[in-house]
């Protein structure tokens, strides 16, 4: 797969702080996850490459965390970087577009994926996934770049997204409860424009009706 090639490039030759999305802390994901979970709550951070978030959620009394990335090198780097203090945590390789796990989580936090998929289909296909592995309601939180944010990063093409293109696209899976803006100051000082949203899933629903569900908005 192309894309797996590129990401374990990047995340074989770069340390964490030569790539632009890193964050040190990254304070909005881990300020969105304590606000709609608690300690005993499970999490996955999908996409989460070299992210500090794990390492802070643990810290936080977190113990049933998972990381997912396409990137085997990114997983690597986790893993090492947590050593002991990660015994707990679950580490997949995997493409949240086709992934199915063996359980459900309460909360699934996503910065910087969803807006690699360009494609109408695979934005389809990552709703789909997260229909089958979260619970019902659990929480939804998805960062991508806003739009007035950057066009491309790493040498691919984004979708830039509004809090209104979020909830569109999020709206058979859940209720939005939450949304934010972000100046994301990049390692050597850029800036980059991202959006929040927060769903929580419908308490009854598969992913086969992910495609029919009316938007709603909670108040």
Not at 2 to 21: D, F, G, L
Not at 175 to 188: G, Y
Request: overall charge negative.
């Amino acid at each position: 797969m192309a894309e797996e090639s590129h990401w374990n490039e990047i995340h074989s030759t770069k340390s964490p702080s030569e790539v632009s999305w890193f964050q040190d802390p990254p304070a909005e994901s881990l300020r969105l996850v304590l606000t709609h979970s608690s300690p005993a709550d499970s999490v996955v951070d999908v996409g989460a490459g070299a992210s500090l978030l794990v390492d802070l959620l643990l810290d936080h009394g977190y113990d049933d965390v998972s990381v997912v990335d396409l990137s085997a090198a990114a997983v690597d780097t986790v893993r090492q970087r947590l050593a002991a203090k990660g015994a707990s945590v679950e580490t997949y390789v995997a493409d949240v577009t086709t992934w199915t796990p063996s359980r459900r989580f309460r909360v699934w936090h996503d910065r910087a994926v969803f807006h690699f998929l360009v494609d109408a289909a695979l934005q389809r296909a990552y709703v789909d996934t997260v229909a089958r592995t979260l619970e019902p309601g659990g929480i939804v939180i998805v960062g991508t770049f806003g739009p007035t944010g950057p066009t491309s990063c790493s040498g691919l093409p984004v979708q830039r997204h509004s809090i209104e293109s979020l909830s569109e696209a999020f709206s058979p899976l859940g209720t939005l409860v939450e949304s934010s803006e972000e100046t994301h100051l990049t390692p050597w000082g850029a800036t980059q424009d991202f959006v929040w949203a927060v769903f929580r899933r419908h308490p009854s629903i598969d992913s086969s009706s992910t495609a029919t569900d009316s938007p709603t908005v909670e108040s």
